[in-house]
């Protein structure tokens, strides 16, 4: 005769306190093993105590022996991209500009020049000068490109985009913003834009980029102080760059003024 089958005992949901219980707390936290749903499914780690904590599977991508193949990637897909472009010109810019900003209002009528005469305006893709570019480009049914950064808590890509890409990492972002353009304009920014106009120049002061590729500067006002502290304090006093380095700027106060400069440019090959 077969054996008798043991009844299943089912522990209650909420144990009662105790110092000795005998059930695992399944959450690691409070008195009660009160998880959600979404805790229960977790994978535990369970301790000697009877103390669980969840395991939290690891993101191979962020493992630092593979992250390198997240970067390869990023670098592929990010000339892949640019590769089907042509007649670039990149803007740069603050996100912080709101649409009451003056030079929202130049950056958006560059933009629109740009799109009407042929040129692929690039941007990082968020908001201020950025949108304003790309809104610009896009009223002028051209081709209005963002290249977004990949952040926790925040959406980067405005509306007026007609293409996009996205990278979790800045290095990467900042390599194709600077990849392929023939032109590059610089509105009133932060640290963000004034990165950008210093790496570019480095590049173009040490060749490893062209000196026929412009590097814009829109808003006299705001851009004549640092020109200034550039040829007194660095050149004229410490030596750390020398007269043609100055060159490398290009001060202009209108949209007009800088598409001018945009036109006498030529297609840049990757």
């Known amino acids: 005769m077969p054996a008798k089958p043991t009844k299943k005992t089912i522990a209650p949901s909420r144990p009662a306190p105790s110092s000795s219980r005998s059930v695992p707390s399944w959450t690691g936290l409070g008195q009660y093993g009160d998880s959600t749903a979404q805790k229960r499914l977790t994978r535990w780690l369970c301790g000697t105590n009877n103390t669980c904590v969840p395991v939290e599977t690891e993101n191979f991508t962020e493992n630092i022996n593979w992250k390198i193949f997240r970067i390869m990637a ?6 892949e991209f640019l590769s089907k472009l042509k007649n670039e010109v990149t803007v ?12 929202y209002a130049i950056a958006k009528h560059l933009g629109y020049l740009c799109g009407k005469g042929g040129f692929t305006v690039i941007t990082g ?6 949108e304003a570019a790309n809104w610009g480009a896009f009223d002028a049914g051209g081709e209005s490109i963002g290249i977004d ?5 925040e959406q980067r890509k ?3 985009i007609t293409r996009s890409i996205g990278f979790h990492y800045f290095f990467t972002r ?6 392929s353009s023939q032109a590059y304009v610089y509105f009133p920014g932060g640290f963000g834009t004034l990165d950008e106009l210093f790496e570019m120049v480095t590049l173009i002061q040490t060749g490893k980029m062209s000196d026929q590729i412009p590097v814009i500067l829109v808003g006299k006002k705001y851009w004549q102080p640092m020109i200034e502290w550039l040829h007194d304090s660095v050149y004229n006093e ?7 380095d100055l060159d490398l700027f290009h001060l202009v106060d209108t949209a007009e003024e800088a598409f001018e400069m945009i036109k006498k440019t030529k297609e ?3």
């Open 149 to 153: 950064i990949e952040l926790p808590m």
């Open 268 to 270: 840049r090959i990757l």
């Open 158 to 160: 405005n509306q007026y």
């Open 174 to 179: 900042k390599v194709m913003l600077s990849a």
């Open 238 to 244: 410490f030596h750390d760059i020398g007269a043609q």
């Open 125 to 130: 893709g968020g908001p201020g000068i950025m």
């Open 74 to 79: 990023e670098f592929v897909e990010g000339f």
């Open 92 to 103: 740069f810019g603050s996100a912080r500009s709101s649409m009451a900003d003056p030079y």
